[in-house]
């Protein structure tokens, strides 16, 4: 708060805040200067703007809302055998929230049942994870501040136990989890600055300007090797798509010097960018 009060009284030509406590510290304080906002997965429940679509005063920016019902595919196409998914995060966090009630949706839609675990706070990881074990095939986190936070106590226990973690982004697959399809930080990044670039240079009023979601050619596949050896489940069928595309990638490289494009896959009907990164 005392960093937006300052900002607030430095009169800034533009204010960028990454994740919610910051945006609503940042628009909390600021009245007058152009704020963008990004990694907020819904800005408009987080009481940041008016709706994500005409979002109203001196706010806009970009959400880290991530492919849930293409996360909860892969999820099935992983675990085939999967009857029950536990959908783990923190209770005090309304995002996780917003994301548990898609993935709920999405894996009723895909014919499993799901059971809701919450924490409160990090202490509270390993207890609720534990208590998981018999009760669920596998597990589902969202992007979560506390869950990611936790992460290697969630793969740990998880792991033990032959517990399949789907997560929310890479980091979380990194430290324990077993696959993601998920956003590209980087991406959203460079979407937010072209958003600043329209503000400074171009003259756009942030009140006009619709929350921009990263599309789905633009997100990527994680999966952690490692995890899925402990697991024994076989990763073999994305890792030689993975290393397909890449080679084409590699030839189209070659020709234009970037590598600004979406392939197609069948496991999610649309033009999809895969990376692949082993623990």
């Known amino acids: 708060q005392t960093v937006a009060s300052k900002f607030a009284n430095e009169k800034k030509d533009l204010i960028l805040a990454i994740a919610t406590p910051a945006a609503q510290a940042m628009v909390g304080a600021v009245e007058d200067t152009p704020v963008l906002i990004t990694a907020v997965t819904d800005p408009a429940e987080s009481g940041l703007v008016d709706t994500n679509e005409k979002p109203g005063a001196n706010v806009t920016g970009t959400s880290d809302l991530t492919p849930v019902k293409e996360q909860i595919d892969l999820l099935k196409q992983l675990v085939p055998e ?16 917003i994301q548990a009630d898609m993935a709920k949706e999405a894996i009723a839609a895909a014919g499993m049942e799901s059971k809701e675990y919450t924490v409160s706070s990090s202490n509270e990881i390993q207890t609720v994870v534990q208590s998981m074990v018999g009760a669920v095939d596998a597990v589902y986190a969202p992007t979560d501040n506390v869950i990611a936070a936790g992460m290697a106590t969630v793969g740990m226990v998880a792991g033990d136990n032959n517990l399949p973690v789907i997560c929310g982004e890479a980091g979380m697959v990194q430290n324990g989890g077993l696959a993601t399809y998920g956003i590209d930080y980087y991406q959203l990044g460079y979407m937010t600055g072209q958003q ?9 009023s ?32 994305l890792k030689e798509t993975v290393r397909q595309l890449r080679m084409i990638q590699a030839v189209l490289r070659g020709r234009d010097g970037e590598n600004r494009f979406g392939l197609q896959h069948p496991l999610f009907g649309h033009r999809a960018k895969w990376r692949h990164r082993a623990k």
Request: charged fraction near 25%.
């Open 196 to 204: 600043a670039v329209k503000i400074l240079t171009e003259g756009a």
């Open 82 to 97: 999967a009857k029950t998914v536990g959908v783990l995060y923190c209770s005090a966090e309304s995002n996780s929230k």
């Open 206 to 237: 942030p009140a006009d300007m619709p929350i921009e979601y990263l599309p789905a050619e633009k997100c990527e596949l994680t999966v952690n090797e490692e995890t899925a050896q402990t697991l024994g489940i076989d990763v073999s069928g």
